[in-house]
Structures are given as structure tokens and as C-alpha cells.
């Protein structure tokens, strides 16, 4: 893994995570029948309106990418460092505001106990849960490795340290390690094709969330849903992201038929859009997805910061600036 990922490669991920996650919002817990239904086929944005009648507008995303941009955010501000007290606080800014909608019970209740003890790392838990949300946190994980040296251990580390913020199961940890191995290989342009996912089954080495990559490398997203199903289940979300971005053959692909397998389709539509960003940079992704995209200033400021921050880490950047 010699090549280091690029600027354009780095804000690929951001938007491309964040475009496939506003894309499956709208019809997020929905059959493919009922999409096919209603819409016909999710290849823009749509705005969501709710029981209640609380409406998302259209190119809006929700916590999952959000969370992740938190860890952008605290990791840019301290060096390169996960720091849980500074990631916690950001996500519970979240939980207290519109974000809340979203955001799965687990993930609130660990919240809720962190705001009362200030402790923002759970204690593992062989049984706990782990749902394909919280496997966006690879997302940064995974291009904060994508300069420099790649060390395996430490990537782990890092997982372990944005799962364990409100997860403590080794499968959620392994969930996340997953898409941040993904990306590393993705934006490195280590690994494509059905390799993307043999090689991280590998380096995971075993265990439900390697059997469901090597699932992805099934002929299509079709037959991956099959076996996998299209539920929020971590190891169906991250099969069926990888099986969406492995078989496109570019961004718009990746997302669009992401989104329109229905379930998850705002977690497996993030996955397949961040791995398809890595794959094709900001420069691959369509202007129109971009332009309508709630939230693109704001990605498109944070990325560059967060490149030199990886570049700093890696000790490919000198910041000759007084601190």
C-alpha cells in the first residue's frame, strides 16, 4: 500500500458517504417493492415527511453521516487523535437537536449514560448490539490510514476507539474496521473489484462480518441481498454496501442501486457511496448530486483540513507554523 490517497480521493469519501446516505433517507426502512412503487427508481434526492408531520427536506443526511463528520470534525481539531471527550460531546450536541430522529435506541441510551457519567468509552460486551449504523464511523477511520505507513494494529485501534464511543461488541468494532479497511484499499487504489472485500474478510480473519464480505463477492447486489437480506443488521448493511460499490462501475451506479434494494438503504447507500467515492474521487462524482446536496459546504471546508491533519499524522507534512 505504497500510493497514498489524494486530496480529490479524500473528499470523495466525505461527499460520497454523505450523498448515499441522503439519497436512501427518504425511503429508508422500505421495501425494493414499495420503492419501485412509489418512486420507481431513487436516482435524486426526495424529501421524507413524517407521521407526525415533520418533513427532511430533499438532499439532507442523517446521524450516521453526521457521526462520522463529528469524528472529522474532533479528530482535525486534535492532531490526528481519536479522542472519545472530544467526539462524545459533538454527538451529543446531535442527540439533543433534530439528529435525534434518526439515531438508533442503542446509541441514544449509551448517550444518555455518557451525559451522566462523562464517560464516552462502554465496556466491551461480548452480546451487545450492532446494527449497520455504527459502521459508518470507518469512514474517517479508514482516511485517516489511507497516508502514510498503513499499520493494521493501530487501524484497529482506531475502530475500537469510534465503536466503543456507544458499542461495545467486537462485532460492532468489527463492523466499522471493516468499512475503514475498505476505504484504506479503496482510496490507496490497493484493491478493486471482488478483492475489495476479500481483503478485508481477511484482515477481520473470521467471524460474521468476514463471511458476509465474502458473501459481497456473490455475482451481483441482487444475489449479495439474497443471502444477506436488507436489514439493519451490521452484517447485512456492510455485505450489501461492499456488493453495491464492488459491481459499479461508477459513483452514480454504486449509489443509485445501493438506495433502490430497499432497508437500510440510507446505511448501505453511505457505504457504497464512500467506498465509491474512494474509488473515483470528487472529480467522479456527478456535479448535479453534489449541487443539491445539503451539507456540501461544509464537507467541502472540512476535507482539505482533515487531508493535511492525515498528512500531518503520517509524517508527510510539516507544519512549519507556530503553535
Same mark, same amino acid.
Not at 185 to 191: F, G, K, N, S, Y
Not at 203 to 230: C, K, R
Not at 279 to 306: K, N
Given at each position: 500500500?505504497s500510493q ?124 451487545g448490539p ?84 465474502? =458473501?459481497?463477492?456473490?455475482? /451481483?447486489? &441482487?444475489? +449479495? #441481498?439474497?443471502?444477506?437480506? %436488507?436489514?439493519?443488521? *451490521? @452484517? ?8 453495491? =460499490?464492488?459491481?459499479?462501475? /461508477?459513483? &452514480?451506479? +454504486? #449509489?443509485?442501486?445501493?438506495? %433502490?434494494?430497499?432497508? *437500510? @438503504? ?56 507556530p503553535s
Amino acid at each position: 500500500m505504497s500510493q497514498n490517497a489524494d486530496q480529490n480521493r479524500f473528499l470523495g469519501t466525505l461527499l460520497g458517504m454523505a450523498i448515499g446516505d441522503a439519497l436512501g433517507m427518504p425511503v429508508t426502512g422500505w421495501p425494493a417493492e414499495r420503492i419501485r412503487e412509489r418512486i420507481g427508481s431513487v436516482d435524486d434526492y426526495h424529501r421524507r415527511v413524517f407521521d407526525d408531520g415533520a418533513e427532511i427536506k430533499a438532499g439532507e443526511f442523517t446521524d450516521e453521516s453526521e457521526i462520522a463528520l463529528c469524528i472529522v470534525e474532533a479528530v482535525t481539531a486534535n492532531g490526528g487523535v481519536l479522542d472519545p471527550d472530544l467526539i462524545g460531546p459533538r454527538m451529543l450536541y446531535l442527540a439533543r437537536g433534530e439528529s435525534k430522529r434518526w439515531m438508533h435506541a442503542d446509541t441514544l441510551t449509551a448517550l444518555a449514560i455518557a451525559e451522566d457519567s462523562l464517560d464516552f468509552t462502554v465496556p466491551l460486551n461480548e452480546d451487545g448490539p450492532s446494527t449497520g449504523d455504527v459502521a459508518l464511523r470507518g469512514v474517517p477511520v479508514g482516511l485517516l490510514h489511507s497516508v502514510g505507513t498503513v499499520s493494521e494494529k493501530r487501524l484497529m485501534q482506531d475502530a475500537e476507539i469510534a465503536t466503543r464511543l456507544t458499542h461495545g461488541s467486537p462485532r460492532a468494532i468489527a463492523s466499522v474496521a471493516a468499512v475503514a479497511h475498505g476505504i484504506v484499499l479503496a482510496a490507496r487504489d490497493a484493491a478493486d473489484g471482488t478483492e475489495l472485500a476479500a481483503q478485508t474478510a481477511r484482515f477481520l480473519g473470521g467471524g460474521s462480518i468476514a463471511d458476509a464480505l465474502e =458473501a459481497s463477492g456473490t455475482p /451481483s447486489l &441482487e444475489s +449479495a #441481498v439474497d443471502v444477506l437480506g %436488507n436489514g439493519n443488521d *451490521a @452484517a447485512a448493511v456492510i455485505g450489501t454496501g461492499f456488493a453495491a =460499490a464492488i459491481e459499479a462501475r /461508477s459513483f &452514480e451506479e +454504486a #449509489v443509485f442501486r445501493a438506495v %433502490n434494494a430497499g432497508g *437500510a @438503504a440510507d446505511s448501505r447507500g453511505a457505504i457504497a457511496g464512500a467506498l465509491a467515492g474512494a474509488r473515483f474521487g470528487a472529480s467522479g462524482i456527478p456535479q448535479e448530486l453534489i449541487d443539491h446536496l445539503e451539507g456540501r459546504i461544509y464537507i467541502s471546508l472540512a476535507a482539505p483540513w482533515f487531508y493535511k491533519t492525515a498528512m500531518r499524522r503520517a509524517g508527510l507534512l510539516i507544519d512549519l507554523r507556530p503553535s
